[in-house]
């Protein structure tokens, strides 16, 4: 991503072409033209938004803001960059038009090093300017106002007015094929197909597919607050500052005596009284004085160190000190804890015991959190029953249902189990409206691969949209991103481990980085394989695997045995996966290899 980036999809055109249909929402390869712009510039920007002024709720479907142009006279483009740059809340905005979905990943960096110090970065093809394929600095908004207001509508003397520079894209002729008639529509069908879609398309790497879906998503904003007791594994929705130091006072680090500044070391010191937690010794210590001083208890004024119990030896009224002490020591500073003013605890962090403990320290008795992420989650398909059924040639128990359960509620999320809806057109698109009514998210199992009975694609296509993605990870190669109306939806594959698998590995981040949570990718280290593994290179491999100790207390990991995407009790037996890369081959014992523990997926 460039530095401080915004941008805008143009579709604010009158429709006049394609049988008056909007460019932007016509369908190609599946999804809405503007999905393939927006999927291909979201990742170079740091904000996004479309310009349109027809079929507004369709656009905003798509999850993004709609500005419409303030103009009624119909400037073209204009319209929609003023639209921009009044809105643009970074120093510069990236313009292209909805209806050229072949955008390069490195569009922005290269019309921003064209830019220098100068007004705008225009996209030039090699033969002419394309103008609507620009980078925009922010303060040209008055000038463009000014223009409009003159009367101006033609984008290139507005330009001629401005210190335009060019960004040389002739080697991207692909970027300015736009879509103005069927026979460029097929084309351009054809030439986005076997790169963006389809399950026959070559496999996305796995980092490569989360980080789209992480660009895709923005956190909930929704908050609480809630008795401390009741915060714990919700994420914080503001820093925990410290409004005291803690410890208040300088207090003793452990039972003994307090010895006063200046006393003689081989002096027998007088035990003047005691400071027991909560009961401090008001006085001044002098010289030649010591008090009785418990654990926690309050230092008294004058105090050089505290000596430890166990070196003194002592009357009734006076101590002999063996081992004198250093000064200062067995004391804890006021403020050595948590200093006054300091950030105890960011926002998007997720609450453990220990930070109910750090907050209950501060005497603070309720915290600001975010609400929970909602949730829901059914399984498809027509073999499915739920348990106690009987079994019927062919079918099975649902046991996705119950894995995914799991792991949700480790994740601290609002659940609704929406149980078994079969492969039917009629009542899965019942089940998703349902579903997106109340949900943030939906997930679902089985019926997003290419089968005869698997709807699920077709059917986001039609209210919502659809990213069909042919991972490079084993087990788990399909899955379905997307929406259904305005909840986010992931289609997992039907096989257990594969379930299991793409949820820790792709659900798991979005769900954490959708609840607010700044969280850290899930640990992995090295450790020495003490079985055979058998793998081709070509696709990333999550094998089960069991972290054991052996006899000298050093740790080795071994497979558990057979690695099928079906074998649900592998994931049972396994307390890790082992992580091979894609172009990794068999593994010999003794090799080392990355493993991944398993565990609550929250700190």
């Known amino acids: 991503m460039t530095d401080a980036l915004a941008a805008i999809i143009l579709a604010g055109g009158r429709a006049t072409r394609m049988d008056g249909r909007d460019k932007g929402l016509i369908p190609l390869a599946g999804r809405p033209m503007i999905a393939h712009v927006i999927d291909a510039v979201r990742p170079q920007?740091?904000?996004?938004?479309?310009?349109?002024?027809?079929?507004?709720?369709?656009?905003?479907?798509?999850?993004?803001?709609?500005?419409?142009?303030?103009?009624?006279?119909?400037?073209?483009?204009?319209?929609?960059?003023?639209?921009?740059?009044?809105?643009?809340?970074?120093?510069?905005?990236?313009?292209?038009?909805?209806?050229?979905?072949?955008?390069?990943?490195?569009?922005?960096?290269?019309?921003?090093?064209?830019?220098?110090?100068?007004?705008?970065?225009?996209?030039?093809?090699?033969?002419?300017?394309?103008?609507?394929?620009?980078?925009?600095?922010?303060?040209?908004?008055?000038?463009?106002?000014?223009?409009?207001?003159?009367?101006?509508?033609?984008?290139?003397?507005?330009?001629?007015?401005?210190?335009?520079?060019?960004?040389?894209?002739?080697?991207?002729?692909?970027?300015?094929?736009?879509?103005?008639?069927?026979?460029?529509?097929?084309?351009?069908?054809?030439?986005?197909?076997?790169?963006?879609?389809?399950?026959?398309?070559?496999?996305?790497?796995?980092?490569?597919a989360l980080a789209r879906v992480m660009a895709a998503l923005e956190p909930i904003t929704g908050r609480q607050q809630l008795a401390l007791r009741s915060a714990l594994d919700r994420v914080l929705a503001e820093p925990i500052t410290a409004s005291e130091p803690v410890p208040a006072h300088d207090n003793a680090a452990m039972d003994g005596y307090a010895i006063s500044n200046g006393s003689p070391r081989e002096a027998t010191l007088v035990c003047v009284g005691s400071a027991f937690a909560g009961?401090?010794?008001?006085?001044?210590?002098?010289?030649?004085?010591?008090?009785?001083?418990?654990?926690?208890?309050?230092?008294?004024?004058?105090?050089?160190?505290?000596?430890?119990?166990?070196?003194?030896?002592?009357?009734?009224?006076?101590?002999?000190?063996?081992?004198?002490?250093?000064?200062?020591?067995?004391?804890?500073?006021?403020?050595?804890?948590?200093?006054?003013?300091?950030?105890?605890?960011?926002?998007?962090?997720?609450?453990?015991?220990?930070?109910?403990?750090?907050i209950a320290s501060m005497g603070r008795a309720e915290v600001a959190v975010l609400r929970p992420l909602r949730v829901a989650f059914f399984s498809t398909g027509d073999e499915l029953r739920g348990l106690g059924q009987p079994l019927g040639p062919g079918e099975i128990y649902d046991?996705?249902?119950?894995?995914?359960?799991?792991?949700?509620?480790?994740?601290?999320?609002?659940?609704?189990?929406?149980?078994?809806?079969?492969?039917?057109?009629?009542?899965?698109?019942?089940?998703?409206?349902?579903?997106?009514?109340?949900?943030?998210?939906?997930?679902?199992?089985?019926?997003?691969?290419?089968?005869?009975?698997?709807?699920?694609?077709?059917?986001?296509?039609?209210?919502?949209?659809?990213?069909?993605?042919s991972i490079a990870m084993k087990p788990g190669r399909p899955l379905t991103f997307?929406?259904?109306?305005?909840?986010?939806?992931?289609?997992?594959?039907?096989?257990?481990?594969?379930?299991?698998?793409?949820?820790?590995?792709?659900?798991?981040?979005?769900l954490r980085h959708l609840s607010g949570e700044q969280a850290e990718p899930a640990p992995r280290f090295q450790m020495v394989c003490r079985t055979p593994l058998r793998k081709k290179p070509g696709r990333q491999e999550f094998q089960r695997g069991r972290i054991v100790t052996d006899a000298d207390g050093s740790m080795q990991v071994e497979s558990v045995g057979r690695q099928g995407s079906g074998m649900l009790r592998s994931m049972s037996a396994a307390n890790c996966f082992i992580v091979l890369p894609a172009d990794q081959g068999d593994v010999e014992p003794g090799d080392w290899v990355s493993v991944e523990p398993f565990g609550r997926p929250i700190r």
């Open 482 to 510: 997307g929406r259904y109306d305005q909840a986010w939806y992931f289609g997992l594959p039907g096989n257990p481990v594969s379930v299991m698998a793409t949820f820790t590995q792709v659900v798991t981040p979005a």
């Open 279 to 358: 009961h401090p010794y008001t006085g001044y210590l002098a010289p030649g004085e010591c008090v009785r001083i418990m654990t926690g208890g309050v230092v008294p004024a004058g105090t050089e160190a505290v000596v430890m119990q166990e070196h003194v030896e002592a009357t009734d009224t006076d101590i002999q000190v063996t081992h004198w002490p250093a000064p200062g020591e067995n004391i804890r500073r006021a403020g050595e804890d948590l200093e006054a003013g300091a950030v105890v605890l960011e926002a998007g962090r997720r609450l453990t015991a220990a930070d109910l403990g750090v």
């Open 45 to 208: 920007v740091d904000a996004l938004a479309i310009n349109a002024n027809r079929s507004l709720d369709a656009y905003a479907a798509l999850g993004l803001r709609v500005l419409q142009d303030q103009l009624a006279d119909y400037p073209g483009p204009l319209a929609g960059m003023a639209a921009g740059l009044a809105w643009c809340p970074a120093e510069c905005l990236l313009t292209l038009p909805c209806d050229g979905p072949r955008v390069p990943a490195d569009l922005a960096e290269r019309l921003q090093a064209a830019l220098g110090d100068g007004d705008v970065a225009v996209a030039h093809d090699g033969e002419r300017l394309q103008p609507v394929h620009a980078l925009l600095r922010r303060r040209c908004l008055p000038s463009l106002e000014a223009f409009l207001a003159d009367g101006g509508r033609k984008i290139d003397q507005w330009y001629a007015t401005l210190d335009t520079r060019t960004a040389d894209l002739s080697d991207r002729q692909d970027l300015f094929v736009n879509v103005n008639t069927p026979e460029q529509l097929a084309a351009m069908t054809d030439a986005v197909t076997p790169p963006e879609c389809g399950h026959d398309s070559p496999s996305l790497p796995l980092a490569e």
């Open 399 to 469: 046991s996705n249902r119950y894995t995914l359960y799991g792991m949700l509620q480790h994740l601290g999320v609002d659940m609704l189990d929406g149980g078994v809806v079969p492969d039917d057109p009629t009542a899965l698109q019942a089940a998703l409206a349902e579903a997106a009514s109340q949900a943030d998210v939906i997930l679902t199992s089985g019926g997003v691969s290419v089968g005869e009975a698997d709807y699920m694609g077709e059917i986001l296509q039609r209210h919502g949209e659809a990213h069909f993605w």
